[in-house]
């Protein structure tokens, strides 16, 4: 399992840093096998959203914690899990 970074301190993030950030992530998804979605309340933000299209695209089951018609349907167009 591996986990995501989350800026706790709140902390200034350069866009050089935030391109770094979402190339490890990428890369993350990338030696997984399943990318399990923690969506409370159904919220997903831009950057899940990307990621998630990320993942469908290498092939990767994607597993949502609550709302999954929703969450599929707000993450990307339904043609991405075959309906």
Known sequence: MLQ???NEK???TTEKGKQRLAMAQNRRIEL???VYVVNINGYMGEVVKAEIRY???L???I???ENVEE???AAFNAEHFGR
Request: hydrophobic share 30%; proline share 0%.
């Open 4 to 6: 995501c970074v989350y």
């Open 10 to 12: 709140q902390e200034r």
């Open 32 to 34: 997984c096998d399943a």
């Open 55 to 57: 993942a469908a695209q």
């Open 59 to 61: 092939g990767k089951e």
């Open 63 to 65: 597993i949502f914690h």
């Open 71 to 73: 969450s599929r349907d």
